[in-house]
């Protein structure tokens, strides 16, 4: 799909990655673009920054209320979402990123998971039904065709596959359905002392990927996980010394951090239709430290 037009949420977007993400759907793609984050102020004052047309909202994803609440406004005034950018993280704390496995609490787990992998659950189980019930054309059929088996088209051996891409074409609903993108980590993939929590819910993510593919692939629902090696935001070169800076950028085969922006173009170009078969992957995003 082209994305000139479409709506696009992005989660924890008033600053670092998420900020790019939605900068780069405004500007770049011409999509009408959903700021939220737990702060309103800091919302407002990144539509500010954005040209295009941008949208704030305040939204805490780790409260079912406020989610609930969220929804409700934008499905209001929106009726649809056409691609969800899960990108909401709970803050780095040092204290808590040492700590070993044995060491953590599970208070201190359910914290990280409530907003790294529950809140990205929390918003996908509600914005998945506005991408079920965007208008669409179904071939004659009603919606509530949508959920009857999909009869094949190639009932014999045929030759021409020209001919069997066009046939699939024609008796396959077209239906609108959305992309769903996921940030997730490369600890989640590979593991790495340290950082347990954080792990671990990017891990989840890594999954809740999966299952959407499986379960909404047949509603033209996409879903993608990015896997996020050492990005250098505001936020994390801040709270780090120089030493380990420089000791993060030799972990990747390119010597150097990525750019938000480098994730904020994957981001953008997966929810092209140029990636329209292509579903349920976890992208690795960090220069060749991983190479699965």
Not at 2 to 7: C, D, E, P, Y
Not at 52 to 80: L, N, P, W
Not at 172 to 192: D, E, F, M, N
Not at 241 to 254: D, G, L, N, V, Y
């Amino acid at each position: 799909m082209s994305l000139k037009g479409k709506v696009v949420l992005v989660t924890g977007s008033s600053k670092g990655i998420g900020f790019e993400i939605a900068r780069e759907f405004a500007e770049n793609k011409n999509s009408n673009v959903i700021l939220c984050s737990r702060s309103i102020g800091q919302c407002d004052s990144a539509v500010k920054r954005i040209k295009g047309s941008t949208f704030s909202f305040e939204v805490d994803v780790a409260d079912d209320s406020s989610v609930e609440k969220f929804i409700k406004k934008i499905s209001d005034k929106f009726d649809r979402v056409d691609v969800l950018v899960n990108n909401s993280g709970y803050p780095y704390d040092s204290l808590l990123w040492n700590k070993k496995p044995h060491e953590v609490t599970i208070s201190e787990l359910e914290r990280v998971l409530s907003v790294d992998l529950l809140g990205s659950v929390r918003l996908s189980r509600a914005i998945i039904p506005l991408m079920l019930r965007s208008k669409a054309t179904y071939n004659g059929d009603s919606p509530a065709d949508l959920h009857k088996p999909i009869a094949n088209p190639l009932n014999n051996k045929i030759e021409d596959t020209t001919h069997v891409s066009n046939s699939l074409k024609k008796n396959y609903p077209k239906l609108r359905g959305g992309v769903i993108i996921t940030i997730s980590s490369t600890p989640a993939i590979s593991g790495q002392p340290g950082g347990f929590p954080y792990s671990i819910a990017k891990a989840g993510n890594i999954a809740l990927t999966k299952c959407i593919a499986k379960e909404y692939g047949q509603y033209n629902i996409r879903a993608y996980s990015l896997a996020l090696g050492n990005i250098s935001t505001k936020a994390t070169i801040n709270s780090l010394p120089e030493s380990m800076i420089i000791k993060a950028a030799k972990e990747s085969p390119m010597n150097r951090w990525g750019d938000p922006i480098e994730v904020a173009k994957v981001a953008t170009s997966i929810a092209e239709e140029d990636f329209s078969f292509a579903n349920g992957n976890t992208i690795v995003i960090d220069g060749g430290t991983i190479i699965l």
